[in-house]
């Protein structure tokens, strides 16, 4: 293994590490040599992640928070200890927060858009500045957060959505620098844009619910896609470990997309 790649004697804390794509991620981390610490709200998922990966051999536990909730996750990074990496995966939506054949942009529920950027950006933004505080005290650290397609151009539907990744991507680059200009260079923050990927929390909105099959959405997403897939989960895991390690200690304030050339892609 290169020791350019080498996660060896790294403790790294996934948010949303219980979800299909945070377990992915996880996964190639671990492979890497990182111990692993899973973080989320419910406990049967990072039950059954921690699980899976201790009976792969990985040295990895987990901790319960709210990553919206500064306290609950201050007190989870406390049992967690000392932090080397912080990726976080964890986020999501709301059919409510999103247009639809029966929903106008004139009745979109503000609670659940509410709730989706605080889900998606604030949960985001609080481990960040509760881990960064390690960070600082060390002098060093890599903050890889999870943005998205819809961090670039707004995703038809999914308004709260897209506005919350797109706040993600702008608060990596912000913190990207603070972090460099006013504590160290060696703390680092980038991020990974993942395409159109099939995950349980977008599947009702990607397949038939009668068979299963991929629905017209996801179709469109497919034929905007240059490589005519949907993504896989471990077609990220090779771009965040790359993110995680001294592979790129000369790269800050970047956003990655994993995406199949999607945004490359003009359409003709």
């Not at 609080?126 to 903050?143: D, M, N, T, Y």
């Not at 009668?210 to 090779?238: F, H, S, V, W, Y």
């Amino acid at each position: 293994m290169s020791t350019l790649f080498d996660l060896t004697g790294k403790t790294a804390l996934i948010t949303g590490g219980g979800g299909v794509l945070g377990g992915a991620m996880a996964d190639a981390l671990a492979a890497h040599g990182a111990r692993i610490i899973v973080c989320g709200r419910r406990e049967s998922l990072l039950q059954a992640a921690v699980a899976r990966m201790q009976a792969n051999g990985v040295d990895a536990a987990y901790v319960q928070a709210d990553t919206t909730d500064a306290a609950a996750f201050d007190t989870a990074l406390a049992q967690a200890g000392d932090v080397h990496i912080l990726l976080n995966a964890a986020g999501g939506t709301d059919a409510k927060a999103m247009t639809g054949p029966t929903r106008t942009v004139f009745d979109l529920d503000l609670e659940a858009m509410r709730a989706v950027m605080d889900q998606n950006w604030m949960g985001t933004v609080v481990p960040c500045l509760s881990v960064a505080k390690q960070f600082v005290e060390r002098g060093e650290g890599v903050i890889v957060n999870i943005a998205s397609m819809s961090s670039y151009k707004p995703v038809t539907r999914n308004v709260a959505y897209s506005s919350g990744k797109a706040a993600v991507k702008n608060f990596t680059e912000w913190l990207a620098v603070h972090m460099a200009q006013h504590y160290s260079p060696r703390i680092r923050v980038n991020a990974v844009a993942p395409g159109f990927f099939l995950a349980e929390q977008n599947r009702a909105l990607l397949t038939d619910p009668a068979t299963g099959e991929l629905n017209d959405r996801a179709k469109t997403m497919i034929r905007g896609t240059p490589m005519g897939r949907l993504g896989q989960p471990d077609d990220l895991g090779g771009t965040v470990v790359f993110l995680a390690s001294d592979a790129s200690r000369f790269l800050t304030g970047v956003t990655i997309p994993v995406d199949g050339g999607f945004q490359a892609f003009g359409g003709v």
